[in-house]
C-alpha cells in the first residue's frame, strides 16, 4: 500500500512518480475530486485515470452539469437566477462533492438573505421538487458498448430524514449513509433511458464522453415522473451497499458483480485487447 497523509498529496511529484512506477490506474471516487480538485486533476495530475476525467469538470460545474442534462433532454428542476425570483420552496446547494454539507431551504428572498451569512458565492438556486429520492447506479462500458444499471440506493442526509418528528429547527442535507432501493418494474425503462441520453450527450459535449461508473441523483414525483438535480460522473458512495452484487447485476451476470469489481474486469479485458489507453485519461 501506498499511504499519504492527505488526498492532495498524491498530486505531488514523488507520489506521481511512484505510482507511474508501479503502473497504477486511480479509480476517482467523490472525496478524492473534492479534496485534490477536478481542475487541478486536469492540469496537475499525470498519473492514468479511469474514465474520462473531463467528466468530472461537467459534473463539478452547475452550469455544465445543466447543460449537460439539457442537452439529453432529462428533465431538471427550475432553477432560480436571482433570489428576487423565488416563489415557492428551493433548495441552495453549493459546488463540489461536499455530500450536501451548508444546503439549505428557503422560501423568500428575505429567507435567503438571512440564511446565505458568508457562505461561498458560488452556488445555485434550484426548485425543490417533492418525491422520493433514487439514486440509480449505472456503468457505461465502451468496451462493450453496453449501459447496465448495477444498483439503486436513497441517502440518508443528517435530520432532514426525521425532522418531520420535531416539526422545527435547522435542516441538514449532510449526507450520513445510505440505503437499498429497487424501483418499481415499470419505473426501470425510463431510467434505462434517462441513463442512456446522458451517456450519448455527453459524446458530443466532451469527447470520448462519459465511461465506467456514474449516478443520476433524482426524485421520483408522484405523477411516476424523474427529476434530476445532479450527476455524478464517477463511483458513489451507494455502489458499497452491493459488494456482492445487486438486484439489477444478478440479472446481467451468473457471479457476485459489485461496481469495483466490474471497473477491474473492464480494464482486465482492455489490457486482453491491448486497448487499456482507450479506458483512462
Known amino acids: 500500500m501506498l499511504i499519504v497523509e492527505s488526498f492532495d498529496r498524491v498530486l ?4 506521481q512518480g511512484e505510482l507511474n512506477e508501479r503502473n497504477s490506474i486511480l479509480i476517482p471516487h467523490g472525496s478524492f475530486v473534492e479534496y485534490v480538485g477536478a481542475e487541478k486533476m486536469l492540469t496537475e495530475l499525470d498519473v492514468p485515470v479511469f474514465g474520462n476525467k473531463y467528466t ?5 460545474n452547475r452550469s455544465k ?5 439539457d442537452s439529453a433532454e432529462i428533465r431538471v428542476p427550475k432553477v432560480y437566477d436571482r433570489p428576487a425570483e423565488i416563489d415557492g420552496t428551493a ?3 453549493f459546488s463540489g462533492a461536499k455530500g450536501g454539507e451548508g444546503f439549505f431551504l428557503v422560501n423568500s428572498e428575505e429567507e435567503f438573505q438571512r440564511k446565505i451569512n458568508d457562505c461561498s458565492d458560488d452556488y445555485t438556486i434550484q426548485e ?3 418525491g ?3 439514486y440509480p447506479h449505472y456503468y457505461y462500458s465502451p468496451t462493450e458498448e453496453r449501459l447496465e444499471i448495477l444498483g439503486i440506493d436513497r441517502r440518508d442526509e ?3 430524514d426525521e425532522y418531520y418528528r420535531a416539526g422545527s429547527g435547522d435542516k441538514s442535507f449532510v449526507v450520513v449513509g445510505n440505503r437499498p432501493l429497487v424501483a418499481r418494474e415499470s419505473l426501470l425503462p425510463q431510467l434505462y433511458e434517462m441513463g442512456k441520453n446522458l451517456v450519448e450527450a455527453s459524446k458530443d459535449l466532451f469527447n470520448p464522453g462519459i465511461f465506467g461508473p456514474f449516478c443520476l441523483e433524482t426524485i ?8 434530476t438535480f445532479e450527476v455524478s460522473g464517477r463511483i458513489v458512495a451507494g455502489t458499497n451497499l452491493y459488494p456482492e452484487g445487486s438486484p439489477y447485476s444478478c440479472l446481467y451476470y451468473d457471479e457476485p458483480m459489485s461496481t469495483g469489481k466490474r471497473i477491474a474486469r473492464e480494464i482486465r479485458k482492455a489490457a486482453e485487447l491491448d486497448n487499456l489507453a482507450s479506458l483512462v485519461t
Open 12 to 15: 505531488a511529484e514523488e507520489i
Open 56 to 60: 468530472l469538470e461537467w459534473e463539478s
Open 65 to 69: 452539469e445543466r447543460e449537460w442534462l
Open 91 to 93: 433548495i441552495v446547494k
Open 128 to 130: 425543490w421538487i417533492q
Open 132 to 134: 422520493t429520492r433514487y
Open 158 to 160: 443528517s435530520n432532514i
Open 220 to 227: 421520483c414525483t408522484d405523477e411516476l415522473e424523474f427529476v
